[in-house]
T-cell receptor
Framework: EAQVTQNPRYLITVTGKKLTVTCSQN?????MSWYRQDPGLGLRQIYY???????DKGDVPEGYKVSRKEKRNFPLILESPSPNQTSLYFC????????????FGQGTRLTVV | GENVEQHPSTLSVQEGDSAVIKCTYS??????FPWYKQELGKRPQLIID?????GEKKDQRIAVTLNKTAKHFSLHITETQPEDSAVYFC?????????????FGKGTLLTVNP
């Protein structure tokens, strides 16, 4: 089954404790991206990757890191999480940039206390 | 960069009525306009999209119209049903060059009352 898989689905952590949210797709898509969703603000892009070893900042990259060592995986790293990073995070992939359908993962709800 | 404005933020209709959600965009180079539906607790999923060389597209009860001159596009849902209740997001992007950015509107919470 074609899918984008994120883990974990839910995470509660403390300020400053490094964490990684994993994202994996099995559709051989070149393009992957991370979004955060906050009430009243919609979906905002954090980082994107156009291919292996090619990543760039989106609209709200501060406090986040990403890597793309393999085509299928695009982890999101929070080196020192803060409470303002409490949010719902979505990973997405698409076959040819963002002018084709984006397939979203099931989301990761992160709470930083 | 691109800016997408979406209205209204909430919309309540009676079952069987029509619903219209409107979006405007700022970058005249944008040429791809998808609409995503997000049910409560679920991931966003594409329901319909339109490209700039087309003025209207229809898929059963949903349709999207695009006015490139005015830089706005709209989602039309006819004969609404309770299962249409969800948050709807419009978005805009452009192909070629900076083909990496999909900018979303802030969303519309649609409630269909039985």
């Amino acid at each position: 089954e074609a899918q984008v898989t994120q883990n974990p689905r839910y995470l509660i952590t403390v300020t400053g404790k490094k964490l990684t949210v994993t994202c994996s797709q099995n559709m051989n898509h070149e393009y992957m991206s991370w979004y955060r969703q906050d009430p009243g603000l919609g979906l905002r892009q954090i980082y994107y990757s156009m291919n292996v070893e090619v990543t760039d900042k989106g609209d709200v990259p501060e406090g986040y890191k990403v890597s793309r060592k393999e085509k299928r995986n695009f982890p999101l790293i929070l080196e020192s999480p803060s409470p303002n990073q409490t949010s719902l995070y979505f990973c997405a992939s698409s076959p040819q940039g963002m002018s084709t359908e984006a397939f979203f993962g099931q989301g990761t709800r992160l709470t930083v206390v | 960069g691109e800016n997408v404005e979406q209205h209204p933020s909430t919309l309540s209709v009676q079952e069987g009525d029509s619903a219209v959600i409107k979006c405007t965009y700022s970058d005249s180079a944008s040429n791809y306009f998808p609409w995503y539906k997000q049910e409560l607790g679920k991931r966003p999923q594409l329901i319909i999209d339109i490209r700039s060389n087309v003025g209207e597209k229809k898929d059963q009860r949903i349709a999207v119209t695009l006015n490139k001159t005015a830089k706005h596009f709209s989602l039309h849902i006819t004969e609404t049903q309770p299962e249409d209740s969800a948050v709807y997001f419009c978005a805009a992007s452009k192909s070629g060059g900076s083909n990496y950015k999909l900018t979303f509107g802030k969303g519309t919470l649609l409630t269909v009352n039985p």
